[in-house]
T-cell receptor, first 113, second 113 residues
Framework: AQSVTQLDSQVPVFEEAPVELRCNYS??????LFWYVQYPNQGLQLLLK??????LVKGINGFEAEFNKSQTSFHLRKPSVHISDTAEYFC???????????FGKGTTLSVSS | DAGVIQSPRHEVTEMGQEVTLRCKPI?????LFWYRQTMMRGLELLIY????????DSGMPEDRFSAKMPNASFSTLKIQPSEPRDSAVYFC???????????FGQGTRLTVV
């Protein structure tokens, strides 16, 4: 069975500070990896995805993530956050040969001034 | 494209009543997913369809839940009878065969009193 673990349920940070949201996964097969963002009372929006190739992936809004196969991790980073980045962030995988996303429990990023 | 459209956005109903949630996927997408989001369990896959055919309904919590996809542009999730523990946000998502990521609707917030 596959699972996704987001190591921090809440991450408070000050505006313009760097941030890292951690994600580890467990799977017996290779996976595609995703980060989604959910703003209050909204649906989920794709931030970035890793399918193959370069392990450093850049997404929207200045976010990036790095795939580490040996550590089965896909951590999300941003060098300088804004108040508008306050949201819930979800890491997810799709195992090869499957169709549906498997989500982690989410990390609440709270950016304050 | 208008994206994935869900209705209603909010639903408040009394315990024991039937509830029907509706979803219109993005045109041309051939996979459709229903997810439930709660504080305790996060985002759970309930069921998904490929080409209007249910493929995996192992996430449907019990027989009170049913889902249909009569054509490529419409799906319903029905709960009968509803119970307070069904209160959650229900998301519909769709995906095309050419892409790996799923696109989510705005969700339906269901409250059963």
């Amino acid at each position: 069975a596959q699972s996704v673990t987001q190591l921090d349920s809440q991450v408070p940070v000050f505006e313009e500070a760097p941030v890292e949201l951690r994600c580890n996964y467990s799977s017996s097969v290779s996976v595609y990896l995703f980060w989604y963002v959910q703003y209050p009372n909204q649906g989920l929006q794709l931030l970035l995805k890793y399918l193959s190739g370069s392990t450093l992936v850049k997404g929207i809004n200045g976010f990036e993530a790095e795939f580490n196969k040996s550590q089965t991790s896909f951590h999300l980073r941003k060098p300088s956050v804004h108040i508008s980045d306050t949201a819930e962030y979800f890491c997810a995988v799709i195992p090869f040969g499957r169709t549906a996303l498997i989500f982690g429990k989410g990390t609440t990023l709270s950016v304050s001034s | 494209d208008a994206g994935v459209i869900q209705s209603p956005r909010h639903e408040v109903t009394e315990m024991g009543q039937e509830v029907t949630l509706r979803c219109k996927p993005i045109s041309g997408h051939n996979s459709l997913f229903w997810y439930r989001q709660t504080m305790m369990r996060g985002l759970e896959l309930l069921i998904y369809f490929n080409n209007n055919v249910p493929i995996d309904d192992s996430g449907m919590p019990e027989d009170r839940f049913s889902a249909k996809m009569p054509n490529a542009s419409f799906s319903t999730l029905k709960i009968q009878p509803s119970e307070p523990r069904d209160s959650a946000v229900y998301f519909c998502a769709s995906r095309s065969v050419r892409n790996t990521e799923a696109f989510f609707g705005q969700g339906t917030r269901l409250t059963v009193v």
